[in-house]
C-alpha cells in the first residue's frame, strides 16, 4: 500500500502562484512515477504533469510553460509550481502515484483561480 499526503492549493487571483506538494510513504518502488492530475466541476479527471523515476516529465498541453513539476526521489516527493494561473486551470488536483501497474491517489486539494 502507498499513501499519498497532499498539501498547497487553495484561492489565487489569475495571474498568480500556487505550489502543491505530496508526499508518498508506504511500499515504494524504485521504478514508479509520480504526478498530478486534475478534475473540474462536469468534467473528467485528466493528467496535468507526470515524472518518472527516471526524471522524465510530460505536461499537459493547457499548462506548458507555466507550470514546472519536480521530485525528490530520497523523501519521495513530488511538487507542482503553478504559475500564471487562469480561471480554467480551477479544479480538484489530486497527486498521483504508479509503480508495478498499481495506481494510488491522494484525497485531492482544491485549486481555485478567481477574482
Known amino acids: 500500500q502507498v499513501q499519498l499526503l497532499e498539501s498547497g492549493g487553495g484561492l489565487v487571483q489569475p495571474g498568480g502562484s500556487l505550489r502543491l506538494s505530496c508526499a508518498a510513504s508506504g511500499s515504494i518502488f524504485r521504478i514508479n512515477r509520480m504526478g498530478w492530475y486534475r478534475q473540474a466541476p462536469g468534467k473528467q479527471r485528466e493528467l496535468v504533469a507526470i515524472v518518472t523515476s527516471d526524471g522524465f516529465t510530460n505536461y499537459a498541453d493547457s499548462v506548458k510553460g507555466r507550470f514546472t513539476i519536480s521530485r525528490d526521489k530520497a523523501k519521495n516527493t513530488v511538487n507542482l509550481r503553478m504559475n500564471s494561473l487562469k480561471p480554467e486551470d480551477t479544479a480538484v488536483y489530486y497527486c498521483?502515484?504508479?509503480?508495478?501497474?498499481?495506481?494510488?491517489w491522494g484525497k485531492g486539494t482544491l485549486v481555485t483561480v478567481s477574482s
Open positions: 498521483n502515484y504508479w509503480a508495478r501497474g498499481m495506481d494510488y
